[in-house]
């Protein structure tokens, strides 16, 4: 006799669900100070072991989480869904490791082209740096007009205007 209606089974996938994604947050704050290349593979592997199901009632077609299946038949020893459910966990790991190397072997040319242009734009910024400021960039305060600045008599304070 099935006491688990739809409504049940859907139920316990949303709280399930709920909770692998807080067990998922979890991990990726536990992994935040690794280095990216190990941090990455970590969160994809992960997010194989809480969010792959596998069948476990081909006729109904109910499915459980693969990780439950097989912790569940290896402890007990009951059932036999522990390597059909350690399959569909390599099957969703080669899957989700080949869709990073994708997504890695496409983000990897855009990185070095942004670090080279960074690097040019900091080299940039050292020349111009390394150059001489000129406080006055339209000229001099003595070269107004285009004339040269006249010395002026040491005894005097009179400031007499130019014509």
Request: proline content about 6%.
């Amino acid at each position: 006799m099935d006491t688990m209606t739809e409504n049940d089974y859907l139920l316990a996938w949303g709280l399930y669900a709920f909770a692998a994604l807080g067990c998922l947050l979890v991990w990726c704050r536990l992994t935040r100070f690794m280095w990216r290349w190990l941090r990455e593979p970590l969160r994809i592997l992960m997010a194989v072991l809480l969010f792959s199901p596998t069948i476990i009632d081909p006729v109904k077609e109910k499915f459980a989480p693969a990780i439950a299946i097989t912790a569940l038949d290896l402890a007990f020893k009951v059932g036999n869904n522990a390597w059909r459910a350690v399959s569909d966990l390599l099957m969703y790991a080669i899957i989700a490791f080949c869709l990073y190397a994708v997504f890695v072997l496409i983000r990897w040319p855009i990185e070095r082209a942004s670090k080279a242009r960074r690097a040019r734009l900091a080299a940039n910024e050292e020349a111009r740096k390394s150059e001489p400021e000129d406080d006055q960039p339209f000229g001099a305060a003595d070269d107004r007009y285009g004339h040269t600045a006249v010395p002026r008599p040491a005894g005097s304070s009179r400031v007499e205007p130019r014509l």
